[in-house]
């Protein structure tokens, strides 16, 4: 196999779109900003499902034989291509998702597919020794597995995706991906961008319901499940996965803990805690959405805070000037919805937002702030997954470790403070994957990113997650 010279992906809306659209039937796809159609998506069953993972089988081989800067040198091609479609690809994605163009939003993510795509195939991956004496020589290798299943979420689509596919690709495996059926549309385009470089069959997207998901879990020639998205469902892929012994990463549902420390600066902090919370309209998996702040400077943080989200435009995400989106879809809207009105009617004081306008078209929600609310909260204890973020006063730093840790969740947290060294010491003793010091979500490709507790297992990124992609094996002579 040699890299494509093959530069034929779309560099407009209406051509990306045009290109993966059915000839006729599927599904219309409605922008969650204004209901509108996006387009139409294909929707395949359990045989098309069949077919391209026995198309995939056929073509690991000859893509596993292929030596690691062979396989580097496809996602460099991959990127480029990427690039070349960038604007109509974040175009789509926010029609399709809601997402805004500017701000850390669709372009950012387009971007971010790119960026990951040449950071997994800059990753050194040799053989490390494990023993070299004079009792013998011992290497561990990884070698590909197959033929890897990729399910991803309606919130990052296409960035998610390309977590999945670039290290599953890099390491030699062939990927079938089953995009959330809110964002069919988003992962398709990518995939068509992506195989205008690939070689044939390498990768393949199946856009279909639920059953079809659920065939691709237990399907024997899988050999690795990736899966982000809710506890339940990475739950209900372990079962059904069990039969046929796969390996599985999963990338479960969060309800990440931010802890300001007593000295922390509140005017220094507020714009970093927004995005914390806030990046994509807080539809993030390691969004911060729970923030313990200490009595002392707890109606100071508020403040601050309240006048940084006051600040942040939402609307229809075409619209060059919004930062802030809707909503992806109606469940997720009537889900914040009930859990601020439920925290209003506890008591609990509404700083901003709470009132979204009932006539307007969409899925908003304005960005909301919490304040006085209990620890036990619905608001604080279930996962919102959106612009509302309750603020929790505390008096020992002790109490919000506590709080911090309290539930079975534990993808990421943060701690926020003047002082470094404090905050290490907080750190150390929060039960999450990831710990950010002043800062919150920011995730890097060369920096493992995992889950503990019900926030799921397995890495991703970095070389520790590209031998999650691989079968260990032991030489020894």
């Keep these: 196999m040699t890299v494509s010279t093959d530069t034929t992906a779309p560099t407009s809306f209406e051509a990306l779109l045009a290109a993966i659209e059915p000839a006729e039937g599927g599904p219309d796809i409605k922008d969650p900003a204004t209901g509108a159609i996006v387009g139409r998506a294909p929707e395949h069953d359990t045989t098309d499902l069949d077919a391209a993972i026995t198309k995939a089988r056929a073509a690991q081989p000859a893509w596993g034989d292929l030596s690691h800067d062979e396989r580097s040198a496809y996602l460099n091609e991959a990127a480029d291509a990427v690039e070349a479609s960038a604007e109509a690809l974040a175009q789509l994605l926010s029609r399709e998702q809601g997402k805004p163009l500017n701000g850390p939003n669709a372009r950012f993510e387009v971007g971010a597919c790119a960026a990951w795509l040449r950071a997994t195939a800059s990753f050194e991956m040799k053989p490390e020794v494990l023993v070299d004496d004079d009792g013998g020589h011992a290497e561990l290798h990884y070698r590909p597995l197959g033929v890897v299943g990729a399910i991803g979420p309606w919130n990052w689509p296409m960035m998610i995706s390309v977590w999945q596919i670039a290290p599953a690709l890099r390491m030699g495996n062939t990927v079938v991906v089953k995009p959330s059926g809110n964002t069919p549309l988003s992962v398709l385009a990518l995939a068509h961008v992506l195989n205008s470089v690939l070689p044939a069959d390498v990768l393949h997207v199946i856009s279909g319901r639920r059953d079809v998901g659920a065939v691709l879990v237990s399907h024997p020639d899988i050999a690795k499940i990736m899966f982000t998205g809710s506890t339940a469902a990475g739950q209900d892929i372990i079962r059904s996965s069990a039969d046929t012994v796969k390996r599985l990463t999963l990338e479960l549902g969060g309800n990440d803990a931010g802890i300001v420390l007593p000295d922390a600066n509140p005017k220094e902090i507020a714009e970093n805690l927004f995005w914390g919370a806030f990046i994509n309209t807080g539809q993030t998996c ?183 992609l691989g079968a260990p094996q032991a030489i020894s002579y």
């Design 286 to 468: 390691a969004a911060l959405k729970r923030l313990y702040v200490h009595e002392d400077i707890y109606d100071a943080v508020c403040e601050e805070l309240t006048k940084v989200a006051a600040s942040m435009p939402m609307g229809v995400g075409l619209d060059e000037n919004n930062v802030l989106g809707p909503l992806q879809n109606k469940s997720q809207y009537d889900i914040v919805a009930g859990l601020v009105e439920s925290a209003r009617n506890s008591g609990a004081r509404v700083l901003l937002g709470g009132n979204p306008e009932k006539d307007q078209p969409g899925y908003f929600y304005p960005a909301t702030l919490v304040a006085d609310i209990d620890n036990d909260n619905p608001l604080v204890t279930e996962e919102q997954f959106g612009p509302a973020l309750p603020i929790i006063k505390y008096s020992t730093v002790d109490e919000a470790i506590t709080m911090a840790n309290a539930l079975d969740v534990g993808l990421g947290a943060s701690v926020w403070s003047s002082d470094v060294e404090s905050a290490l010491k907080v750190a150390a003793r929060i039960e999450a994957g990831t710990v950010w010091i002043n800062k919150h979500g920011t995730v890097d490709p060369r920096i493992p990113f995992g889950g503990m507790k019900a926030s799921g297992y397995g890495l991703e990124f970095g070389v520790e997650g590209l031998k999650h």
